[in-house]
């Protein structure tokens, strides 16, 4: 079976930092272009970054930009995402998916940011 | 930046109606265009890909059409499964990817 799992999230405090990770299962993730998106809670979906195949093309919205970094290990089968200076507002569920005609999503990871 | 604008925002409809929801960019996306169904708690589950092509396991009841800046969703016969919210969302270069604001289709 075709998954995506996200893990990492949980509570922090404002200025804190967190890394979320994006483990694929059932498929060679190396060969898969990967996004994260984030949903705060009641509004809509905001892509936040992407990156390549073999990470030599990586993109952030100016939302992120400077305080979030994307990473991944291809012999993990992991895209990884390093939040620092997070701040409330960066509170939202966060979903990794396959850059891809028919994307793969995985169920979310919650990030709390309070204090 | 392209931007995506849904309309309407909120959709009111009986099980049985048709539904017709509208997504339009600012610049155009050519062909590349999905549309996204989410419930509460849940994931976006894709149903159109490529503007027109239904994603593996939706049913026929939902159709995708438009190209360039106006793109349309249609669920000819709502099922009660099918409320929800509904994102339109383009696959560009930069950004990668944008949404719409979405459209909530709810029970009348």
């Known amino acids: 079976e075709v998954q995506l799992v996200e893990s990492g999230g949980g509570l922090v405090q404002p200025g804190g930092s967190l890394r979320l990770s994006c483990t694929a299962s059932?498929?060679?993730?190396?060969?898969?272009?990967v996004n994260w998106v984030r949903q705060a809670p009641g509004k809509g979906l905001e892509w936040i970054s992407y990156?390549?195949?073999?990470?030599?093309?990586?993109f952030y919205a100016d939302s992120v930009k400077g305080r979030f970094a994307i990473s991944r290990d291809n012999a993990e089968n992991s895209v990884y995402l390093q939040m620092n200076s997070l701040r409330v507002e960066d509170t939202a569920v966060y979903y990794c998916?396959?850059?891809?005609?028919?994307?793969?999503w995985g169920q979310g990871t919650l990030v709390t940011v309070s204090s | 930046e392209i931007v995506l604008t849904q309309s309407p925002g909120t959709l009111s409809l009986s099980p049985g109606e048709r539904a017709t929801l509208s997504c339009r960019a600012s610049?155009?996306?050519?062909?590349?265009l999905a549309w996204y169904q989410q419930k509460p708690g849940q994931a976006p589950r894709l149903v159109i890909y490529?503007?027109?092509n239904r994603a593996t396991g939706i049913p026929a009841r939902f159709s995708g059409s438009g190209s360039g800046t106006d793109f349309t969703l249609t669920i000819s016969s709502l099922e009660p499964e099918d409320f929800g919210v509904y994102y339109c969302?383009?696959?560009?270069?930069?950004?990668?990817?944008?949404f719409g604001q979405g459209t909530k289709v709810e029970i009348k």
């Open positions: 969302q383009q696959r560009g270069i930069r950004p990668p990817w944008t």
């Open positions: 990156i390549s195949t073999s990470d030599s093309i990586i």
């Open positions: 998916a396959t850059d891809t005609r028919q994307p793969n």
């Open positions: 490529d503007a027109i």
């Open positions: 610049q155009s996306v050519t062909k590349y």
């Open positions: 059932g498929f060679t993730f190396t060969t898969y272009e």
